[in-house]
């Protein structure tokens, strides 16, 4: 209520400063005032005015009064008064005549039924007739609406503009937190937005446990400190804990805890300390919970995206498990094999889907292995020329495995080329150089390895540095001689031959055992 | 190298400081800001970059558009305050 009435002070003030700028109300009165000799046009604020307001208004201007005694003056403001309250009183332009024989009148400024003021004129040396005053009265009404419209649009734009502009806010920050479906870089992404958005310090983002009991710690921004404290919170204590047992924000001067709501409460993000020392606002609390219902349709995305993800990469283990049991004597340390290929894509800076395609692709590369016979996979001398011709056709028939699994369609080219050699002589089309694709080529190379250190049954395996020769001999012919540099770099680092050694010796001892 | 001085005598540059500051909590994107300072979303585009470049402004880059920011820097919003005044 009282906001009402100071919003409708500052409107009254604001119409009338526009009414004494406006050019058109100074051209009307140069007009009329040219036409009916008046040298003093006058604008009251006041609604109800008292004598002192009329004194106020008029006296210093209006040379007759500045010469009479006060009993004169009193009796001319006495008429002046008189003709404000006609004009209120009947809503229309009054005349008036001075003790001095001379003329005046006052017109209602009006919106509606509600009254703001007067436009009056004194001092008029000349008669004025009636038609000219109804023509006055029309056009200063229709200067009034004028002025009365640009104040309300001014107003309206004043109120729209920073709305529109949260609103834009709010749909880029949708657009940013919806382009990742990796957790990992999402909760940090939405802490950082929500940090910007309230201009705050401090940003924790919980997710709740299966149980529903306790709040993890997921992605917490703290940009006063380097490291922030990861703390778990009990559902129902402190602010987060409040948020998500009540299901509704919890604020206080210094912090705001929104929780994450799908169909189900699934986490909270906790605002702290604003930059500028001031305590949070409901409007900051309505625009938190708009971010937070954005965020919990991408933090529910990445989540079903990870959950299939985990569903995809199980199918294809399983796979690879079926196809390890067909290779009786053999063992493929996969997890370093994985490892080796990642690290090559990595030194490409390749991105994470193509690392993602590679990865799968280390696992299920020979996958159409299945349609070769036991016999041919299993035997102990040299192939035939049909029985190699069966062989060559596992890429093939890999692919024809895979290609029913959406997710699975960028691995096709990999699998389907991994066995094309540099120089034009490998299978299955004989391509060449950079017409094999680059993961395809990485894929060799580390195939090759693989299969060198696997005991096959028609040969002992090679041990880590004889293979590595290998394929460093065989650079520009059968593999690509750049991305056999890459491989030897990789095969440099410690921690990926340890992995491997590792994964070779606890085969060995269980072998042994 | 610009300072923020040089670049505040370009008109473009000058209304999209003058935005960020007076909004301190927008995030936006190129085409937003082109409407709220009523400028091509080309020649906006290219002055927001170089405004990340002078730390007035922070690129939130996604796969899909990148939004701007104000900076956090007190002591960049405050010489900004004091240019703008």
């Not at chain 1, 008029?124 to 109804?134: K, M, N």
């Not at chain 1, 937190?177 to 802490?191: D, F, K, Q, Y």
């Amino acid at each position: 209520m009282e906001e009402e009435k100071i919003n409708s002070h500052a409107y009254h003030q604001e119409l009338f400063n526009r009414l004494r700028k406006s050019v058109n109300l100074q051209k009307e009165e140069e007009c009329f005032g040219c036409y009916i000799k008046s040298t003093l046009w006058w604008l009251l604020e006041k609604t109800k005015p008292k004598i002192p307001d009329l004194k106020k208004l008029i006296s210093n201007s209006c040379s007759c009064l500045k010469n009479r005694v006060s009993k004169r003056r009193s009796k001319c403001l006495g008429i002046l008064a008189d003709a404000i309250n006609k004009a209120a009183a009947n809503r229309t332009i009054v005349k008036f005549s001075c003790p001095e024989g001379l003329n005046g009148f006052v017109h209602p400024i009006m919106q509606g039924d509600k009254l703001y003021g007067y436009i009056g004129s004194c001092y008029t040396g000349r008669e004025i007739p009636s038609e000219l005053l109804d023509i006055f009265a029309s056009y200063t009404n229709t200067i009034v609406t004028e002025v009365q419209k640009e104040l309300e649009l001014s107003k309206l734009y004043e109120t729209l503009r920073p709305r529109a502009i949260a609103l834009s806010t709010v749909h880029t920050v949708h657009r940013l937190i919806g382009s990742t479906l990796n957790l990992n870089e999402l909760l940090p992404r939405i802490a950082r937005l929500s940090l910007q958005i309230m201009r705050a310090n401090r940003c924790s983002i919980k997710l709740i446990d299966a149980k529903k009991k306790v709040l993890l710690p997921k992605a917490t921004i703290d940009l006063r400190q380097k490291k922030a404290r990861l703390k778990k919170v009990k559902v129902g204590k402190h602010a987060p804990g409040k948020a998500v047992k009540l299901g509704r924000p919890i604020r206080g001067a210094d912090y705001l805890a929104t929780p994450l709501i799908d169909e189900d409460v699934i986490g909270v993000i906790t605002i702290y300390d604003k930059v500028d020392g001031k305590p949070f606002t409901a409007f900051d609390q309505e625009i938190m919970s708009t971010l937070a219902e954005q965020a919990v349709i991408a933090i529910k995305n990445a989540q079903l995206y990870k959950e299939q993800e985990k569903l995809t990469v199980g199918s294809i283990k399983s796979l690879a498990a079926v196809l390890d049991r067909r290779k009786p004597g053999t063992y493929v340390p996969r997890a370093s094999f994985v490892r080796i290929t990642l690290a090559m894509g990595q030194d490409l800076h390749m991105d994470s889907d193509t690392l993602k395609s590679l990865e799968y692709a280390s696992i299920l590369h020979d996958a159409g292995e299945i349609v070769v016979p036991d016999e041919v996979l299993t035997k102990p001398s040299k192939l035939t020329g049909k029985e190699y011709d069966m062989v060559k056709e596992h890429p093939a028939a890999g692919v024809e495995i895979i290609k029913h699994i959406k997710a699975l369609k960028s691995v096709i080219p990999i699998i389907l080329y991994h066995h094309e050699n540099y120089d034009g002589t490998g299978y299955p089309k004989g391509l060449k150089k950079d017409r094999i694709p680059l993961s395809a080529r990485i894929m060799a190379i580390v195939s090759a390895f693989e299969a060198m250190i696997t005991n096959r049954p028609y040969r002992v395996s090679k041990n880590i540095n004889e293979a590595i020769s290998e394929i460093a001999k065989n650079a520009g012919t059968q593999f690509d001689p750049k991305l056999v540099d890459v491989f030897l770099k990789v095969m440099r680092r410690k921690d990926i031959r340890q992995v491997l050694e590792n994964e070779l010796r606890a085969r060995s001892a269980e072998d042994a055992a | 190298m610009k300072t923020i001085q040089d670049f505040m005598k370009s008109a473009i540059h000058l209304k999209i400081i003058k935005f960020y500051h007076e909004n301190q909590a927008s995030i936006d994107t190129p085409r937003g800001i082109a409407t709220w300072v009523n400028e091509e979303r080309a020649v906006v585009k290219n002055a927001l970059e170089d405004l990340v470049k002078l730390k007035v402004l922070v690129a939130h880059r996604s796969t899909s558009t990148t939004g701007y920011s104000y900076t956090r820097d007190k002591k960049i919003v405050a010489r900004i305050g004091r240019l703008l005044t």
